[in-house]
């Protein structure tokens, strides 16, 4: 899709959702917060479809046409014209009491790998952090869709949610772009009853809510049937790259548990060098040992010292890699190329048809480096509920106020930075 098919889908999805702003005045009442608050959206979306229609008699008198990130034929994209258009309620209830939202969620197309409900279940268990779901049903009580947020009560960022923490993915789970826009106003109240400072919505579907930052794209490629056939698709570039470390007779190697120790002896130093606080080793270990997650993981050694490591996730049709690492003393083996090379043949004997590389900031080192694979970019639209006026918040490295801090990180010891990082990032999703 291109840049100016996109914007006209937009602009027709735009207008889908003004009218249905537009029908909710016939049952609101003048000089009430909700008239106030849905004037506001129909004033902003007004203002929306006006820049974009500007934009796009712009462009087609320029004949401007650029290619943009979309969705991928590893998710399944919402159609925004599929609309419920009956009756339906919506509730708010601890996650772990939601009794059909496992079957749910493990048998919806719209669902993501990090709807899993296993997840909601590892990050309670490792950091104390429980997860809220808001639900949409229909007047028998059929659930229609939901989402998960998990609740941080930080004294060092304050009390906000998130769906989904420490993944890459999260957001609705719901096959109609009506009940979408709901349970995102459902979701404006909660955070108000909560008083939460934000929610944070990680999602891949455009147009659910205002301004959502678009600077990250997940790097998926589509797997080949074979080795044979993925060294013809790589083409010799990337083969050459990757065959240099051959000459250091590199080891690979696969499991669990029993190479948790060497692989977070790499991932505490890369951090470390990185300015990043880490995750505490019982996080990596709880998802190894739950029964609803295939995690594995595969650790590079030359001159049998680990060197590169990489935690990956099974789901079927799609191994994504949430963490990877490789110490900068290795760059001269070119072990991560290598590593690379690895993962995607661990992936395709595993039967997998696509391979997540995760997320990447448009055009920035880390994208083309997962673009020279033949990874494709598929958007990410993540969301940020905020009250009125209120700053959206930088809880990530971009932010200015922490580059000092990350500073003073590279410069610790990495055993210190086990003790006290475990405690920072439990509140950084």
């Given at each position: 899709m291109n840049l100016l098919s996109a914007q006209h889908h937009e602009l027709r999805t735009l207008k889908v959702e003004k009218g249905i702003i537009s029908g909710k005045f016939k049952h609101l009442q003048k000089d009430t917060p909700e008239y106030a608050h849905q004037l506001a959206l129909m004033k902003d979306i007004s203002l929306r479809i006006k820049q974009l229609e500007s934009t796009i008699k712009e462009a087609e008198t320029t004949g401007a046409v650029t290619e943009t990130p979309t969705t991928t034929p590893a998710f399944t994209a919402l159609d925004q014209h599929r609309c419920w258009r009956n009756e339906f309620s919506l509730s708010v209830a601890r996650y772990a009491d939601v009794a059909d939202w496992p079957d749910f969620v493990?048998?919806?197309?719209?669902?993501?790998?990090?709807?899993?409900?296993?997840?909601?279940?590892?990050?309670?268990?490792?950091?104390?952090?429980?997860?809220?779901?808001?639900?949409?049903?229909?007047?028998?009580?059929?659930?229609?869709?939901?989402?998960?947020?998990?609740?941080?009560?930080?004294?060092?960022?304050?009390?906000?949610?998130?769906?989904?923490?420490?993944?890459?993915?999260?957001?609705?789970?719901?096959?109609?772009?009506?009940?979408?826009?709901?349970?995102?106003?459902?979701?404006?109240?909660?955070?108000?009853?909560?008083?939460?400072?934000?929610?944070?919505?990680?999602?891949?579907?455009?147009?659910?809510?205002?301004?959502?930052?678009?600077?990250?794209?997940?790097?998926?490629?589509?797997?080949?049937?074979?080795?044979?056939?993925?060294?013809?698709m790589l083409g010799s570039k990337v083969r050459a790259q990757y065959k240099k470390a051959d000459e250091f007779s590199p080891e690979c190697k696969v499991g669990k548990m029993e190479l948790?120790?060497?692989?977070?002896?790499?991932?505490?130093?890369?951090?470390?060098?990185?300015?990043?606080?880490?995750?505490?080793?019982?996080?990596?270990?709880?998802?190894?040992?739950?029964?609803?997650?295939?995690?594995?993981?595969?650790?590079?050694?030359?001159?049998?010292?680990?060197?590169?490591?990489?935690?990956?996730?099974?789901?079927?049709?799609?191994?994504?890699?949430?963490?990877?690492?490789?110490?900068?003393?290795?760059?001269?083996?070119?072990?991560?190329?290598?590593?690379?090379?690895?993962?995607?043949?661990?992936?395709?004997?595993q039967g997998c048809q696509y391979f997540d590389f995760g997320r990447s900031t448009l055009d920035a080192g880390t994208f083309k480096f997962k673009k020279q694979w033949g990874a494709e970019p598929c958007q990410n639209y993540w969301y940020c509920l905020l009250p009125e006026n209120a700053v959206k918040p930088e809880l990530n490295p971009d932010n200015p106020k922490l580059k000092l801090f990350i500073l003073l990180w590279k410069f610790m010891p990495v055993w210190l930075t086990k003790i006290i990082g475990p405690t920072i990032i439990k509140g950084i999703p």
């Open positions: 493990m048998n919806n197309n719209y669902a993501l790998p990090s709807h899993h409900p296993a997840w909601s279940e590892v990050i309670e268990q490792s950091f104390g952090h429980q997860s809220l779901l808001v639900c949409a049903r229909d007047l028998q009580g059929k659930l229609l869709g939901g989402i998960p947020v998990t609740v941080f009560s930080s004294p060092l960022f304050g009390k906000f949610a998130v769906s989904m923490p420490y993944l890459n993915y999260g957001g609705i789970v719901c096959e109609y772009f009506d009940i979408c826009l709901a349970i995102i106003d459902k979701l404006r109240e909660l955070r108000a009853e909560l008083g939460l400072q934000h929610i944070e919505i990680r999602s891949i579907h455009p147009n659910l809510g205002e301004n959502p930052s678009t600077k990250k794209a997940s790097m998926i490629l589509e797997l080949p049937g074979s080795d044979e056939e993925l060294d013809k948790l120790e060497d692989f977070y002896r790499v991932f505490a130093r890369n951090m470390r060098d990185l300015g990043t606080p880490i995750y505490g080793k019982e996080w990596f270990a709880n998802i190894l040992q739950h029964a609803g997650l295939d995690a594995s993981i595969l650790i590079i050694y030359v001159k049998q010292k680990p060197v590169s490591c990489a935690f990956l996730v099974n789901h079927g049709r799609l191994m994504e890699i949430p963490w990877a690492s490789t110490i900068k003393s290795a760059n001269k083996y070119n072990a991560n190329m290598w590593m690379y090379r690895q993962i995607l043949s661990f992936a395709i004997n």
